[in-house]
């Protein structure tokens, strides 16, 4: 593609963003839930975030064999990683140790 | 019991504690605005281009499609739609935070519509539930918001300096910092069964539908977990109203 066509790819994108993004803030004052979407919402972080996540960590290589296996780091560093934040409820301890359970684990299994 | 105190919060005191409980996810979004920046040199792109992609677009995982499908030859429609549909999740974002920016004016929400992320929608969506509401809650978001923007290509630019000498950059398993994060904010969350179903089930039908087109996986994944707990809960719901009867 040339530099114009990446120009515009980037502004229709831009404009995608905003369009899904803006219109629920914009025309707030006339957006009601009724109270069932509203507990429906509730779900939204765990369900996303989790949805986000856990294919990432069973699919370490894209297009490639699911890895429910201990040779899994990212498998490995995830359990842990959930383990730390079950119990102290903690993000950045979260963070640290899951990277670093990670990193040892990749070196360990040499993958 | 600190509730008073908490509605008291200075404008001041807002942005500092925004900028706290954003850090963690400033941290972990480091890896991704540099294997992007990396990424995006090494796939031919300019300087200018992948710059400003971060700048204007503001979204990793639209930003990586992009980048997937420019490699594969995709044309602007396919990576238009791919665009529209990965961040279709932004839809259940902004209404379930809409209720805390209804009363603030037009600048205000366009702006932050329009730099909501994953990240910011987590943080703020805690802080709504955990401290509740309150008069200057909006410079909390609005830090949250910049920090974000200003952190993503602040590393986009490094990733961009970096990426003609460090190739294989997205080979590291940096990108884990992401998966380490977001479980980090969803543990804490699974506060009743129905959550915890709700994530399970997202996991199953998100896992099973990865190989779809355009990351629909995900969204199926959310929509299956947000009606298999909301299900859950609504059985409660009428048990326990039974019960009270």
Redesign the interface.
Known sequence: ?S?I??????????L???A???????F??H?R?PP??E?????????????????????PTD?GE?QLTWRN??LI??IV??I???RW????P??LI??AV??AA?WALGV | MTTKMKTDRTIGSEIGRGLLATLPVMISAFPFGLIFGALGIAKGLSPLAVMCMSLFVFSGSAQFIAILLLGTGSGLGVIWLATLILNLRHLLYAATLVDHVRHLNQIWRFTLSAWLTDETFAVMERRYRVEGDAPHAHWYYLTSCLGMYLNWGFWTFIGIVLGTQYEGIEKWGLEFAMVVTFIGIVMPALRARPYWVAAIVAAVVATLGHALPFKLGLMLGALAGIGAGLALQEIKRRNAASDVV
Do not use: C, Q
């Not at chain 1, 066509?5 to 831009?14: E, F, K, Q, T």
């Not at chain 1, 899904?20 to 914009?26: A, D, E, G, S």
């Not at chain 1, 507990?39 to 699919?59: E, G, N, Q």
């Not at chain 1, 409820?89 to 950045?92: A, G, Q, Y």
């Open positions: 593609m530099e066509d990446i120009a515009v790819m980037i502004a229709g994108m831009a995608i963003n905003l899904i993004r803006w219109p629920v803030y914009l707030a004052d957006v839930f069932i979407i507990r429906a919402l509730a779900f939204v972080p765990v369900t996303v975030l989790t949805a986000i996540v856990v294919p990432m960590v069973l699919y297009g699911i780091p990212y560093g995830a990683a959930a730390v934040s079950w409820h903690k993000l950045m979260t963070i899951g990277m990670f990193f990749r």
